[in-house]
């Protein structure tokens, strides 16, 4: 028998046994697409992550009390973040930044951050109140959608006037359009002078559509707090982004311990979270690959009772002159295309998956993830195939031929 004939052979034996072939198939089905899915979703998040951080610019240094990034340069672990009742950074020190630096820095931002309850009518809500300076609109590349912004005057008066990101805007009033409009936080009115453009965030952190923005003065006279949450400085030139640090650091270092401020730009930031994202993404994708190879064990098994149902059919061939590596050819083969053709159905519920997902979660299917998933899943097919294969290639015709 010519080895031409093994694929008409192979798909002829699927076919003949198509809800068998198709259980058989499950394992890998299940396994590719939830590797893909997960790793779409990594993959996606990170894109999502890296387009944010493009909008805000290249040219941006943050200040904060503390050392967000920990010893080893990750969140969370061992910080040494300063007790948030410890007014660490102080509007003197972003004042001598800014005029010890104007060859470097452009202009910059002061933050602080309290949170407050919101009302309007009957509906009430917790909300985050995001302190700025009136810079912040052009540092930070955030524009009203409706409204304005504040200005200078109205900022050094502590005005009662807020804007709304627009995620908390749609939960606060609805389709009520919300310029002019008056919100209560923590029982006093504030009158909404702007609703901001979408920005996104989110997906465990905060997101700058639900902060409730306010004149940094408004929020430290009204509601009891005089903390700095960060400074915000554009640098004249992002080549100059390091020799800008330096100097941020020389004129703060001159105040504070080294521990008790950090300068960051958001490359730092942006590897950090690529890092943990990366490290998530792999780790999810392993533990779904873990169904792939239990689908290979399933098609191991199915392949082993395939053979000793077959058994008399593999005599015949022997004995019509079928050699041992025809036979191994034969159910290498049925493997192979099993694992190929349940990680192709695999594949495709893992991509419309991944775009019901999109109006609601970044999922973005690579090039490198389908033929990661499609030559995983045929690497299954052949390794957990070869037990049965052999099995079948070692029989004796004539004992096969006796088989009832």
């Known amino acids: 028998m010519q080895i031409s004939s093994v694929f008409p052979l192979a798909i002829k034996s699927i076919l003949l046994n198509k809800s068998r072939s198709f259980l058989t198939m499950l394992g890998v089905i299940i396994g590719v697409g939830s590797v893909v899915l997960l790793?779409?979703?990594?993959?996606?998040?990170?894109?999502?992550?890296?387009?944010?951080?493009?909008?805000?610019?290249?040219n941006i240094l943050y200040v904060v009390p503390g050392n967000p990034f920990g010893e080893n340069g990750g969140f969370g672990g061992e910080t040494t973040m300063i007790?948030?009742?410890?007014?660490?950074?102080?509007?003197?020190l972003y004042n001598q930044v800014i005029r010890n630096n104007r060859d470097l820095i452009k202009d910059g931002v002061i933050t602080g951050v309290n949170v407050a309850e919101a009302k309007y009518k009957?509906?009430?809500?917790?909300?985050?109140?995001?302190?700025?300076?009136?810079?912040?609109?052009?540092?930070y590349n955030t524009k009203a959608e409706s409204g304005r912004w504040f200005n200078k005057t109205e900022e050094?008066?502590?005005?009662?006037?807020?804007?709304l990101g627009p995620k908390i805007a749609e939960e606060l009033l609805g389709k009520v359009d919300p310029i002019n409009k008056s919100i209560l936080l923590n029982g006093q009115s504030y009158k909404v002078i702007g609703v901001l453009e979408e920005k996104g965030g989110g997906f465990g952190g905060p997101s700058f559509d639900s902060y409730v923005y306010i004149p940094l003065e408004t929020l430290f006279k009204y509601f009891d707090t005089e903390l700095v949450d960060s400074f915000i400085f554009e640098v004249r030139d992002k080549e100059q982004i390091k020799e800008a640090?330096?100097?941020?650091?020389?004129?703060?270092?001159?105040?504070?311990?080294d521990d008790e401020f950090s300068v960051f730009d958001q490359s730092n930031l942006l590897n950090t979270i690529n890092?943990?994202?990366g490290m998530l993404t792999i780790g999810l994708g392993g533990i779904a690959a873990i169904s792939l190879v239990v689908g290979g064990i399933g098609i191991m098994n199915i392949m082993l009772v395939s053979v000793t149902e077959r058994t008399r059919e593999i005599g015949l061939r022997k004995a019509l002159g079928a050699t041992p590596n025809f036979i191994l050819a034969q159910f290498l083969t049925e493997a192979a295309m099993l694992s190929v053709i349940g990680g192709f159905i695999g594949l495709t519920i893992a991509y419309l998956g991944s775009l019901a997902l999109q109006p609601y979660f970044?999922?973005?299917?690579?090039?490198?993830?389908?033929?990661?998933?499609?030559?995983?899943s045929t690497a299954v097919g052949l390794i957990f195939g070869v037990a049965p294969a052999k099995r079948a290639a070692k029989l004796s015709p004539i004992e096969a031929l006796r088989y009832e």
């Open 245 to 257: 640090t330096l100097a941020i650091e020389k004129t703060i270092g001159k105040e504070l311990k």
């Open 362 to 376: 970044p999922a973005k299917v690579t090039l490198d993830a389908v033929l990661l998933a499609f030559g995983v």
């Open 156 to 163: 050094e008066k502590s005005e009662r006037i807020i804007l």
């Open 39 to 58: 790793t779409s979703i990594g993959t996606g998040l990170q894109a999502y992550i890296t387009d944010q951080f493009a909008s805000l610019g290249t």
């Open 122 to 139: 009957k509906t009430s809500k917790k909300v985050t109140l995001y302190g700025v300076t009136s810079s912040y609109e052009t540092v």
């Open 83 to 92: 007790e948030s009742t410890k007014p660490v950074l102080k509007r003197r």
């Open 275 to 277: 890092s943990i994202l």
